[in-house]
């Protein structure tokens, strides 16, 4: 395994690529702005000169006001294509909509979708590129999609002895480590690997985890992380853009751990309002509660409950990490399981996607048989430790 994560050594900037080891130590903190790894152009520009690059981008992938294919475009940079993940390039399509290769119209750079029936670079996609460059902004939880694609574009990476370099951005929910442990027979593509919901890890950290782990062959690879400047785990990072349509601000990408599980039952979480990942309700409770209605809107067309009134609970206000002590919140689901009249509908039957976000069987029996959170968090604990062990190993940055 050869991996570059930390410090962009001499030969690096000279062009060279490759590195023998992990490199010691962790990014320290310094006074001044958090910068993202496209941010330091200086670090990387040098290793994409005179080479045919194919960048993995969405709407998230800036270097300061502009667009790193267009920032890169206008230094010289010659891109043969651009991979998009699920929203595709500009982030406008629906969550699980699928979504179609084209051409960008501001560049004419050939579009290819890695979401829906392609999940990763084929060999004939990478037959004219010499490098891949990744830069997407996640937001640190396990069914958010795009590290599971980070995973597809590895696994090509590897396959197609084509080198990989990195360029890494701060965790909103990087300050925690919480959930349930994937159980690796309910692996889909809204949970790859055995992590917990919340882990605590930069994409750039991920992908060392994936390598180190042996979760993707990694014979003979060559991976560069550009880390981020002045960003540790306790860094509570605000995105300058939304990541995707239903997660439009900070207040969303805090609840979206504990929301997002209703995405596998009769609830509306409020897509399709002004407020996703924010609210949570349904018609059959009780009417004297908070009211919504979803409509078809742009990243929601056809959402949940659609022009139906649901009646639940506003908790855009609310601040999230003092209300759940920097942790995942199962409250709200639990709340809502015993408002909900039948039992028997309020998990979704089609696809079994309760059990594939919580990554096992046990979560939603334990909701069942009317478990508190606390012993349902007690029956987390074994796996969390095992894992919040072997995360420390992958760390760039200051823990928490």
């Not at 979704?348 to 919580?358: P, T």
Request: charged residues 20%.
């Amino acid at each position: 395994m050869r991996i570059i994560s930390i410090i962009i050594c001499l030969a690096i900037l000279a062009g060279t690529i490759r590195g023998n080891q992990p490199l010691p130590g962790r990014s320290p903190a310094e006074p001044g702005p958090i910068l993202t790894g496209a941010d330091q152009m200086s670090l990387y520009l040098p290793l994409l000169r005179g080479k045919s690059i194919a960048v993995f981008a969405n709407q998230t992938s800036m270097v300061g006001k502009s667009h790193l294919v267009d920032t890169l475009l206008k230094s010289g940079i010659h891109i043969k294509k651009i991979f998009a993940p699920e929203h595709g390039f500009r982030g406008e399509a629906d969550a699980g909509e699928h979504v179609n290769s084209l051409t960008d119209a501001r560049t004419g750079i050939p579009i290819i979708s890695l979401y829906g029936s392609k999940l990763r670079p084929s060999a004939a996609d990478l037959e004219d590129v010499d490098l891949l460059l990744f830069d997407i902004q996640d937001v640190g939880v396990r069914f958010y999609t795009f590290i599971s694609s980070l995973e597809g574009f590895i696994t090509s990476a590897i396959e197609f002895h084509r080198p990989l370099i990195l360029l890494d951005r701060p965790n909103p929910n990087g300050f925690y480590v919480d959930g349930p442990i994937l159980d690796p027979k309910f692996k889909s593509f809204v949970g790859m690997q055995p992590i917990p919901v919340v882990y605590g890890m930069t994409v750039g950290e991920y992908a060392n985890m994936l390598i180190g782990e042996q979760w993707v062959r990694n014979d003979h690879f060559h991976l560069t992380v550009i880390p981020c400047k002045n960003y540790t785990h306790k860094s509570r990072y605000t995105l300058p853009i939304k990541p995707s349509p239903n997660l439009p601000d900070i207040q969303s990408i805090y609840l979206y751990p504990s929301l997002c599980f209703f995405e596998g039952t009769e609830i509306s979480l409020g897509r399709g309002t002004d407020k996703p990942f924010q609210q949570f309700g349904h018609p059959s409770f009780p009417k004297d509660l908070y009211s919504f209605t979803p409509r078809s809107v742009e990243g929601a067309k056809n959402p949940p409950l659609l022009d139906k009134t649901c009646y639940g609970y506003d908790l855009s206000k609310i601040n999230v990490p003092k209300a759940t002590g920097d942790r995942l919140s199962l409250k709200w689901l639990i709340l809502a399981y015993r408002l909900y009249p039948n039992k028997d509908s309020f998990f979704l039957k089609a696809g079994n996607f309760f059990n594939k976000l919580a990554g096992s069987a046990s979560l939603q029996q334990q909701l069942k048989e009317g478990k508190t959170e606390e012993a349902i968090r007690k029956s987390w604990e074994p796996a969390l430790g095992q894992f919040k062990k072997m995360r420390k190993k992958y760390l760039l940055y200051g823990d928490f």
